[in-house]
Structures are given as C-alpha cells and as structure tokens.
C-alpha cells in the first residue's frame, strides 16, 4: 500500500472529530467530510472544546494544539478524497447508509488505499460488499473518546486481505494506541460482546431487585473496574487460581442470565426519551448543564487512569 500522508475522516460527529485529532496529532494532514454544514460547524466546536480540555490536563500545549487544528480541513465534497491515502468512516451506524458512503468512495479514490470502517459492530463482510477492491477494507474500530482510549479493534472480513488488516494494526500502533487483531468478523467483535455481556447481566440483577443501578455501577468503578484497568481476565484467573476459577464457573455460569430479547429498563426508558446524557436524562438525570459537566470529568478520569497505567 501507499505511503500515508493524507487522511480522509467521513463523519464530523464525536467519534470522527476524535479520530481526525489522533491523526492530525501524529502530523498527518486530515480532511473531515460530512454532507451537513452544520455538522461541520458543531465539529469543529468539539475539536476546539477537546484542544482546550487536552491543554488544561496538562496533555498538550498551545502551541501543539494550534498545530493540530491547523492540520485539519473540512468539506461536504466527497470528491475531495481523490488525492487521499487512506479513509476512516464514522457515519452513522446503519448498514445501508455505510454501503452508499463505501459505494461511492472506494470508486472515487485510487485502487492501492487503505480503507477502514469505525462500525461498533455491524459486520465488516456486509459493509464491503459495496466496496470496489474489498479486500483492502477493513474494520478500525476506535472507543470514545477516540483522542484518549488506547484500543483500537482491528478486524478482518471475510474478504480482507490479511496483509491489509496487519498494516492498519500498525499503523494505530504509529498513533500511540494499542490495537488488538479480530481475525473473525463476528457480531460486535470482541470488546462489544464482553461489554454487553456485563451489562446483561447488570441489567438482570437491578430488574431482579438484587442491586441498584448505582450500585451496580459502583461494583465496576471500585471493584472490577480497578482489577481491569491493570490486568485481563486471564492474567486475574491466573492471580485467584484456575482451580478456583473453574469451581465457580462449574456452578455460577448455569445461573448466569441469557435474556435474549433485549432489556425491559432499557426499552422503558427508551420510550420515555430518557437516552442518556445527550438527552439529559437516561438512568441518571443531567439536568442545568450537568451533561457538559459529565462528559468532562468522564475524560479527566480516563486521562489520569491512562497516565497512571503509562500507556
């Protein structure tokens, strides 16, 4: 593949704006697309309001932070990727909406780039199927915000050439992150599925009555969350004893939930319009500015966690 100068980031949103910082931050000249011009603008308000809170952290200075805004552009001209070497997309998670992004793309830039989906968990072969050349499309899955977790899934479709997905691995290893290889495109990947396996069983004890939302929260702030943050499940089964570990999933993994058809709490609230803090409200309330007030403290804490774990 090409040398990678040029990056083309579709998707102004929060998780494109984040990816364009990380790229822009290693030097890379980046284009943002987006097909609403206030997208745009709401985009480069959240570039400016991450600059300022990676400046105040201590993350950055003025003057790499001016570096990093100066190397990004934005367009709603699609044609602007003629010269690119190398597209991430993080529109919106519908299949078709990706397929007609792809379709056009892939045809628009030249046949040697590197092309990389940002999907949370659609399937990498059903989105390639609109790709010119699928065998360089790959999945590049980041986690918010983008600019300060480190993992980055990369995950191989059906028709992924491996070499292809081995030099997107590298390449987020360039950018300071810590990939991992998906070498199956299975349905949410591997984080997504250990996450949602959490919160299934979460969900299940707080709508059983055993513990509160808080509570269930605070179990992986202050309990699980801690052992996580230094060591993988492996490494703790390891560190308590496989014989231990095996004992008690010979007896607790038959009375573990497996609710196949979605959760009651979530559907209710849902249908409430509680959907979390964009909306102000969602199991917990946000109201007078407290969402703006979450999200900052949420990335101060990530960053300090990060900086502890010197990663």
Known sequence: MREIKKVFVAGSGTMGMSIAQAFAGKGYEVTVYDIFEKA?????KLLQLNQEALIVSGKSTEEKSAQVIANISF?????????????????????EIKRDFWGRISNIVEEDVLLTTNTSGLSITAIAEAVNKPERFVGMHWFNPPHIIPLIEVINGDKTDDANAQAVYELSKSLGKQPIRVKKDVPGFCANRVQFTVLRELLHLVEDDVVSCEDADNVMKYGLGIRYACLGPFEIADMGGID?????????????DNNQDGSPLFRSLVEQGRLGVKAGAGIYDYPDGK??????????KYMKVVDVLGI
């Open 40 to 44: 745009i603008e709401n985009g480069k």
């Open 75 to 95: 367009t709603t001209d699609l044609e602007a990727a003629k010269d690119t070497d190398f597209v991430t997309e993080s529109v919106v998670e519908k299949l």
């Open 244 to 256: 231990t570990f095996r004992n008690i999933s010979d007896y607790l993994f038959a009375d573990l």
């Open 291 to 300: 969402a703006d007030i979450a999200i900052k403290e949420r990335d101060e």
